[in-house]
């Protein structure tokens, strides 16, 4: 007899949509003047605090600068955030959205994480210190009575 399979959770469409760039007027100048910040800033909380800022950025402008498609490096971050946190494949294929649209993906993505209790200018680390952006807190610890 096999065992059943799991069952599977139900997607969730995303906070804003993806031409809501100017909901977020500074973010949407930075990443289309500066890609890879808004992009570093999401890979670093995308992975927990494993890659930094500045590294994820430096390696995105890399990728743009020495191939011209920096959107490839890009949708795998996007296609990882949907995983995380079961978001549907909207309005296309993840790869798809960042080919075409990249500056409007990149500040979905950003918008998503912030509305998700994120505050992106201080990355993974500074949000657990916080106990922002649904990173576990510790239970709280009740006093032992008799």
Same mark, same amino acid.
């Not at 909901?23 to 949407?28: A, D, L, R, V």
């Not at 743009?64 to 795998?76: A, K, T």
């Given at each position: 007899?096999?065992?059943?399979?799991?069952?599977?959770?139900?997607? /969730?469409?995303? *906070?804003?949509?993806?031409?809501?760039?100017? *909901?977020?007027?500074?973010?949407?100048?930075?990443?289309?003047?500066?890609?890879?910040?808004?992009?570093?800033?999401?890979?670093?909380? /995308?992975?927990?605090?494993?890659?930094?800022? $500045?590294? *994820?950025?430096?390696?995105?402008?890399? /990728?743009?600068?020495? #191939?011209?498609?920096?959107?490839?490096?890009?949708? #795998?971050?996007?296609?990882?955030?949907?995983?995380?946190?079961?978001?549907?494949? *909207?309005?296309?294929?993840?790869?798809?959205?960042?080919?075409?649209?990249?500056?409007?993906?990149?500040?979905?993505?950003?918008?998503?994480?912030?509305?998700?209790?994120?505050?992106?200018?201080?990355?993974?680390?500074?949000? /657990?210190?916080?106990?922002? $952006? $649904?990173?576990?807190?510790?239970?709280?610890?009740?006093?032992?009575?008799?």
């Amino acid at each position: 007899m096999s065992a059943p399979k799991p069952k599977a959770q139900a997607q /969730v469409d995303w *906070s804003t949509g993806l031409c809501d760039c100017f *909901s977020n007027f500074g973010n949407c100048c930075l990443t289309l003047w500066c890609p890879c910040v808004t992009f570093g800033r999401i890979a670093n909380v /995308v992975d927990k605090g494993s890659t930094t800022c $500045g590294g *994820s950025g430096t390696l995105y402008t890399v /990728v743009c600068c020495l #191939l011209g498609c920096g959107w490839i490096y890009s949708c #795998l971050y996007r296609s990882k955030m949907r995983r995380e946190y079961m978001l549907k494949d *909207s309005p296309c294929c993840d790869c798809l959205v960042h080919c075409c649209c990249e500056p409007c993906a990149l500040c979905q993505e950003f918008r998503e994480l912030e509305n998700r209790g994120f505050d992106m200018a201080i990355g993974w680390h500074g949000n /657990v210190e916080k106990g922002n $952006g $649904g990173v576990p807190k510790a239970p709280a610890v009740q006093p032992m009575t008799r």
